[in-house]
């Protein structure tokens, strides 16, 4: 809608302004007006059944006006929409607008509008009521120590679990709208004392120059402030843990929620928070650093452990102690594929049942995941497709790629040991290196908003500045 659209004037009645309104919204059940007589004049209500707590607005808003209706002490004309707010709508969100692609935009965000014939302005009320899952436990970073809540798809619940924890007059919350056809709610949450100025005016900056036109969740964001070229490694953290964007807060960084998104996403995000679990704080610091270094074992397990075994059975056998290799020789006999292509066979079989299970109803998709992947795995060895030691190695890498506490991470870095792999096929340990070298090459060129991503801490880089 345009600004210069025709607003309410002093000739205008009441059947036109509801016919301009139906015009507007056109055919749709949930679109509500019900008139009312106040202070001697007609008056209508028109509201979306479907955004707002029908049941509220009857018996807080519109019986009271229906009082005010018979009211003899009623002040001048030009004084009723602020009497109406002060005596009747007392701690309601409420404003005043002349614009009605204004009003079409409030009536779909959850508000009330109020016209009176004569009136200049409509009276805009704030009665919005949306069903919201409730705050439950995190289903993909969950923990076995530390609070139990998770994220919801509300903005305003999102807010206030923060909130909860940081209960700092520093804290900032911009709100932005993106989507041209959605209008999503989009925050820019940050300590002000703490934030690092320019990546915080670069957010700001690419936000008001995107050009979206449907925002549903974070993931859009993310493609949407990607560095240019090709990034094999996610540059954004998201996350469903209030703890961990609050310590990510307080460590300099920026997040970023999306109404109607259970995920938060932090930025900058840094290579090693990856490999950090909120979990670990809540621990003897000893044990939590164990398993932080255990992590980056089984990101090494799950990117090089199939190409290394491709490449020392193909190439450097005599790496392999004698007794090890006699028993690896001993269970590929009989197997009609190379080495490389058994395991290309066990990766996409694996990738297969992680999808069906991923889609399958949650009571049977671990049920069918296990049973699949013992069953096939069995099947396949009697029928002399692949060997014992190739199960070994693929469900070893595969178990090592969920032990990221961020989903995203593990499934991107997936696709590289495929390369790796076909790498140590063609050059054996020597393609592995270069191929981990080229990795290392890559991590180090990669920069989120101006920092590099491998980068230790926002905190260090900050006092190098100084």
Known sequence: ??????T?????????????????????????????????????????????????????????????GISSDAPSKSQWLNHIREQYLVGLGTETTNDLGNFTMLVMKGYAGLYIAGMTEI?????????????????????AIGPKEGFTESADTNISLIRRRIQNQKLRFEKYELGEKTKTAVYLTYLDDLVERDVLNQLR???????????FDTSSLESLF??????????????ERPDTICKGLLDKRIAIIVNGSPFVLMVPSLFKDYFRSSEDSYQWFSFGAFIRYLRYLTFMISLCLPAVYVSVTSYHQELIPTMLLTSIAAQRQGIPFPS??????????????????????????????????????????????????????????????????????????R??????????????????????ALL???????????????TPSLTKLARKRE
């Open 1 to 6: 809608m345009t600004t210069n659209e025709k």
């Open 8 to 68: 309410p004037s002093a000739g205008l009645n009441l059947d036109s302004v509801k016919e301009d309104i139906k015009r507007r919204f056109g055919a749709t059940s949930d679109l509500a007006s019900v008139k009312i007589r106040i202070f001697g004049e007609e008056g209508v209500f028109s509201y979306l059944t479907s955004m707002t707590n029908t049941a509220f607005l009857m018996e807080n808003v519109i019986k009271p006006l229906t009082v005010a």
């Open 123 to 143: 009276l805009m009320i704030n009665v919005k009521e949306l069903e919201m899952r409730a705050i439950a436990e995190p289903t993909t970073q969950s923990v």
């Open 205 to 215: 900056d690419k936000i008001r120059q995107s050009k979206l036109d449907i925002l």
């Open 226 to 239: 990607q560095p240019k070229g090709l990034t094999l490694f996610p540059t954004f953290y998201n996350s």
């Open 340 to 413: 490389v292509l058994e395991i290309f066979m066990l990766e996409i079989t694996f990738e297969i049942l992680r999808e069906a299970g991923s889609r399958m109803p949650r009571i049977i998709g671990q049920s069918i995941s296990i049973a699949g992947a013992l069953v096939l795995g069995q099947a396949a060895v009697l029928a002399g497709f692949v060997s014992n030691i190739s199960i070994i190695i693929v469900s070893l890498t595969v178990i090592s790629g969920f032990v990221s506490p961020v989903y995203s991470f593990g499934a991107r870095i």
């Open 415 to 436: 696709l590289f040991r495929y390369v790796l792999t076909v790498l140590g096929s063609v050059l054996g340990l020597f393609g592995v290196f270069f191929g981990c």
């Open 440 to 454: 290392l090459i890559h991590l180090s060129r990669i920069e989120v908003f101006g920092i590099a991503f491998l």
